[in-house]
């Protein structure tokens, strides 16, 4: 069974860090490009970063190019999310994936100070 389990997110004020993390199982991850995605109160859900299966190439969202950072440790089954500079239109669930079909249970970002 595929499971996908994000952590690492909470409350920050503008202008800090957060680091996530999205713990994978049940598929070949290292050869699966993977996804963050996002979603705030309201708003559709939005592509927030994407990393190749190698790690090698990675997109960001304009919003976020600079800011944030995609990375993978094929050893572990796992892709991160470095968050920095965070402002208030960041708060939202962030949730990783595979397939852009299944999803974990997200994890809540609340930027606010």
């Known amino acids: 069974q595929v499971q996908l389990v994000e952590s690492g997110g909470g409350l920050v004020q503008p202008g800090g860090s957060l680091r996530l993390s999205c713990a994978a199982s049940?598929?070949?991850?290292?050869?699966?490009?993977m996804y963050w995605y996002r979603q705030a109160p309201g708003k559709e859900r939005e592509l927030v970063a994407r990393?190749?299966?190698?790690?090698?190439?990675?997109n960001y969202a304009e919003s976020v190019k600079g800011r944030f950072a995609i990375s993978r440790d094929n050893s572990k089954n796992t892709i991160y999310l470095q968050m920095n500079s965070l402002k208030p239109e960041d708060t939202a669930v962030y949730y990783c994936t595979d397939s852009r079909t299944r999803w974990g249970q997200g994890t809540q970002v609340t930027v606010s100070s």
């Open positions: 990393i190749s299966s190698t790690g090698d190439s990675t």
């Open positions: 049940g598929f070949i991850f290292s050869r699966s490009d």
